[in-house]
């Protein structure tokens, strides 16, 4: 049994940073894709960031320069450093995580077989 724990989140103003963390239990993949996916209100999910066991990252094209995606193998647990937040970045920010994984890693959501809750960010 997978289960994504997401914290983290909260309110800033532009300008501001966050770092959210996505706890992973029962996950125990040798190889491995998680990201982060958003949803703001009366819009469509999208991905955000990615990173697979071999390192390898992705991200948003709005979010580059400014998100950094990373994983810490040992505590199983995925982060995401927000800075120079913008009042578009305000959405519920989802963890993912695929299920077996043989290829690049991705922003595409059909792409992930586990899904966290989610934690709230809001920039004003």
């Known amino acids: 049994h997978v289960q994504l724990v997401e914290s983290g989140g909260g309110s800033v103003q532009a300008g501001g940073s966050l770092r959210l963390s996505c706890a992973a239990s029962?996950?125990?993949?040798?190889?491995?894709?998680m990201g982060w996916f958003r949803q703001a209100p009366g819009k469509e999910r999208e991905g955000v960031a990615a990173?697979?066991?071999?390192?390898?990252?992705s991200y948003a094209d709005s979010v580059k320069g400014r998100f950094t995606v990373s994983l810490d193998n040992a505590k199983n647990t995925l982060y995401l450093q927000m800075n120079s937040l913008k009042p578009e970045d305000t959405a519920m920010y989802y963890c993912?995580?695929?299920?077996?994984?043989?290829?690049?890693?991705?922003?595409?959501?059909?792409?992930?077989?586990?899904w966290g809750q989610g934690t709230q960010v809001t920039v004003s």
């Open positions: 993912a995580a695929s299920g077996s994984y043989g290829g690049r890693v991705s922003l595409h959501g059909y792409e992930y077989n586990y």
């Open positions: 990173i697979d066991s071999d390192g390898s990252t």
């Open positions: 029962g996950y125990t993949y040798s190889s491995y894709c």
